[in-house]
């Protein structure tokens, strides 16, 4: 079982990112799929999560107009896309799956089973 992310970068306020994070060994159309974040310092946070189709999404109140989360299972690939990415929005990323249906409810790490190792986002001029 392995979640691969991919996409992070050095980009300057405003720019954009699309983070990638391919399943493996797993049925991934059979689970939710959450982005998480850390910052130096800070918990691990979770900013976005697609259920099992496309209409179930969250966004954290931060991402909200900015954050773009869709899933291709064929792929078995989760996407988020991030635009006008802000100095706070620096962090390693993370990519988490959960066998299940919904987003509401699973914002803990303690709720998700596999886990990526994460890619590297940083804004900087």
């Known amino acids: 079982v392995q979640l691969a992310e991919s996409g992070g970068g050095l980009v300057q306020p405003g720019g954009s990112l699309r983070l990638s994070c391919v399943a493996s060994g797993f049925t991934m159309s059979k689970y939710v799929i959450s982005w998480f974040r850390q910052a130096p310092g800070n918990e691990r946070e979770r900013v976005s999560c697609?259920?099992?189709?496309?209409?179930?999404?969250y966004y954290k109140d931060s991402g909200k107009g900015r954050f773009t989360i869709s899933r291709d299972d064929v792929a078995s690939t989760v996407y988020l896309q991030i635009n006008d990415l802000k100095p706070e929005d620096a962090a390693v990323y993370y990519c988490?799956?959960?066998?299940?249906?919904?987003?509401?409810?699973?914002?803990?790490?303690?709720?998700?089973?596999?886990w990526g190792q994460g890619t590297q986002v940083t804004v900087s001029s």
């Open positions: 988490a799956a959960r066998y299940g249906y919904y987003c509401s409810g699973y914002g803990s790490t303690y709720d998700y089973e596999y």
């Open positions: 697609i259920g099992i189709t496309d209409g179930i999404v």
